[in-house]
């Protein structure tokens, strides 16, 4: 009986610490485009988040949104709408749907689907002769979406 409450204890244990990676052809969106369920199983790390946000080599949400909590990162764009609080606009979940895919909220926005591996449109080898002949991979890791969410929804109205 002991060995089977340890072993009970562990295998739980281990499903907590193993939470399964929900797959990008997996996310389960909402009517309007939330994402209730982590991507990853566990809490984002903001700190981490608001790295991918600044960085020109991951998010660079930058590019297109002004966020002043990361005012040492030169050149914010306006494109799209301001990140300052981002966290009293939208739910965890919304901001989760608007990061794997803002198109399933906002039909006609340029934002990239950073977590999205088919249903592209591409030009095909007619225009460059290198297509890619596969999914592409997703722009950012479900780890990574989790970080941008709990970043994002630290950023509240002042």
């Not at 080599?57 to 002004?66: Q, Y």
């Not at 977590?115 to 999914?135: E, I, N």
Request: net charge negative.
């Amino acid at each position: 009986m002991k060995l089977k409450s340890l072993t009970l204890a562990a295998v739980m244990i281990g499903g907590v610490a193993y939470a399964a990676e929900v797959a990008p052809t997996e996310v389960a969106f909402d009517e309007y485009g939330a994402v209730e369920a982590s991507l990853t199983g566990k809490p984002g790390d903001p700190a981490a988040g608001a790295m991918v946000v600044g960085s020109k080599s991951a998010g660079n949400c930058v590019a297109c949104h002004a966020v002043s909590a990361l005012s040492d990162i030169p050149f914010h764009g306006e494109v799209g709408p301001t990140l300052d609080g981002a966290g009293d606009r939208w739910s965890e979940a919304e901001l989760r749907g608007l990061m794997v895919n803002a198109k399933k909220t906002f039909d006609g926005t340029v934002m990239p689907a950073f977590y999205k591996t088919d249903g592209f449109t591409r030009p095909g080898d007619g225009y460059t002769g290198k297509a890619a002949g596969a999914d592409l991979p997703p722009l950012l890791s479900a780890e990574q979406i989790e970080d941008v969410v709990a970043f994002l929804v630290t950023l509240k109205e002042e």
